[in-house]
């Protein structure tokens, strides 16, 4: 018999002959439609990433946020506001059909559904397109997106007078000044201010810091006798001389500053 002859060879048809390792097709038979994750598309993500940080870095630096003064749970005419990224909720909660008895629908229902439909837009538009004009479900949602959240944003801010806010509310930084405890003014200031605006005139919950003012001794005795803002009248005990005394000395502490 022949080498081979008579011999049979049976197959599987669901074993390969040859193993090899799965190969993804090139990208360039897709023509503006895909590209490789690694390190095309990953690489433009981290660049626009590096940008937008650099220049958000430098906003916060040419413009920091303004700060407030201690917050005055007695004053009922101060007005909270919610940070700029969250202003456009704030705005939003302004309209009828999402305040009062409405607010449900203003504070989960109508975020739920724009935040549900970005986040279902990937598996509602599967399709291989890139370009957003053969995209339009995608394309709609997020352009819905961005007016809505910028329109919000401008009409809320438009509202808000923020450079009189940042002036009205200006913070007292927190300067070392020696108190001068056996001045005549201090025994004065200890009988009838010490209990609200604290030992070292740092100021408390229901007063102000009385450190970084700009009045006057003439302007400090009316407003101890008849008030200010928050403060009401009648709140110096004392006679005319202490009064005297009581505002020469936060003048003084002032100076030293």
């Known amino acids: 018999m022949k080498r081979g002859k008579g011999m049979r060879f049976v197959g599987d048809s669901r074993v390969t002959a040859d193993k090899q390792k799965f190969i993804p097709k090139d990208y360039s038979e897709y023509p503006g439609r895909t590209e490789a ?8 993500e981290w660049l626009v990433g590096a940008v937008f940080l650099v220049g958000f870095l430098c906003l ?4 920091p946020a303004p700060l407030e003064k201690m917050a005055d749970p007695t004053d009922a005419a101060y007005l909270p506001l919610p940070d700029w990224y969250f202003l456009f909720l704030y705005q939003l909660l302004k309209y009828q059909f999402a305040s009062g008895p ?20 990937p598996f509602l538009d599967k399709g291989p397109e ?16 961005i007016i809505s959240v910028f329109w919000l944003t401008y009409e809320a ?18 300067e070392e000044v020696e ?6 003014g201090y025994a004065a200031y200890e009988n009838s201010c010490l209990q609200c605006h ?12 009385l450190i970084g003012i700009e009045y006057t001794a003439d302007e400090i005795k009316e407003i101890a006798v008849d008030g200010i803002g928050s403060m009401p009248a009648d709140q110096f005990q004392g006679t005319d001389e202490e009064l005297d005394q009581l505002a020469e000395f936060i003048v003084s502490v002032n100076e030293e500053e």
């Open 37 to 44: 994750f690694w390190p095309n598309f990953l690489l433009k």
């Open 60 to 63: 916060t630096i040419a413009h």
């Open 102 to 121: 409405y607010v449900v629908l203003g504070v989960i229902v109508i975020p739920g559904l724009a935040f549900g439909g970005l986040l279902l837009a």
């Open 130 to 145: 890139r370009r957003p004009h053969r995209r339009p479900i995608t394309t709609s949602l997020m352009l819905l997106g």
């Open 157 to 174: 801010a438009a509202a808000v007078d923020y450079e009189a806010k940042a002036e009205n509310n200006k913070p007292v930084l927190e």
């Open 179 to 184: 108190i001068d405890t056996e001045d005549p």
């Open 198 to 209: 604290g030992g070292s005139l740092e100021g408390g919950a229901a007063a102000p810091s």
